[in-house]
């Protein structure tokens, strides 16, 4: 079945610094490709998606590229702060069920030291 | 406007007990899906409801978990004779609708706190 790999946390990185978190997924159809986070005491909140092949999602200097050939969807940031501290997740839909359910990662903890 | 709410926050039960979980999808929402969070997972996908109906329950686990949404709004999530494996946060979301032709518009799923579930 379909699946989300992304790598494993936690990552700790000094305030300014470089994030890329890496995310790879199987699957038969063609996905919907998303980045969720989860800050702390908060519920998961859909950071970023991208629909089709080269599409980049982007929100909060975050951004992601949807990589058919490498089946990737890494996120990036180019300046981290303390306040991008959270957990995120990689998920992905089904493009041919819009709107159903989302296949997660297992989630990259990210701490941001000042 | 008001978000997803789940009931109750946290949940204490001993092995063997029935539980019931709420969730108050955003007024309007058609879709409502259930997922559950085990510590140091992501979310793992149950069921989801189009109107009143079940669209898709291949994700529960065996017999003793049952969701309804008679009404098609608020839902509960229903598990008979807990086990200790059941521990974990279940996670409540709704959207828009579901459905439409590929390449379609993206209905966003905006998520619940969720309801910590402890089985002792």
């Known amino acids: 079945g379909d699946s989300v790999t992304q790598m494993e946390g936690p990552v700790t990185l000094s305030e300014e610094a470089f994030l890329t978190i890496n995310c790879t997924y199987t699957a038969t159809g063609y996905p919907s490709l998303f980045w969720y986070v989860q800050y702390p005491g908060e519920g998961l909140q859909l950071l970023l998606k991208a629909t089709k092949a080269d599409d980049k999602g982007s929100n909060k200097g975050f951004e992601a590229t949807y990589r058919k050939e490498t089946t990737s969807f890494h996120l990036e940031k180019g300046s981290v702060q303390v306040s991008d501290s959270a957990v995120y997740f990689c998920a992905l839909s089904d493009r041919d069920n819009q709107g159903g359910k989302l296949i997660f990662g297992q989630g990259t903890e990210l701490s941001v030291k000042p | 406007g008001a978000g997803v709410s789940q009931t109750p926050s946290n949940k204490v039960t001993e092995k063997g007990k029935y539980v019931e979980l709420r969730c108050d999808p955003i007024?309007?929402?058609?879709?409502l899906y259930w997922y559950r969070q085990s510590l140091g997972q992501g979310p793992e996908f149950l069921i989801y409801?189009?109107?009143?109906?079940?669209?898709?329950d291949s994700g529960l686990p065996n017999d003793r978990f049952f969701a309804v949404r008679p009404e098609g709004s608020v839902s509960t999530l229903k598990i008979q004779r807990t086990e200790r494996g059941d521990s974990a946060v279940y996670l409540c979301?709704?959207?828009?609708?579901?459905?439409?032709?590929?390449?379609?518009?993206?209905?966003?799923?905006?998520f619940g706190p969720g309801t910590r579930l402890t089985v002792l």
């Open positions: 979301a709704s959207s828009l609708s579901f459905g439409g032709l590929a390449g379609g518009p993206y209905n966003e799923q905006f």
């Open positions: 409801f189009q109107g009143t109906g079940a669209a898709d």
């Open positions: 007024s309007g929402h058609t879709a």
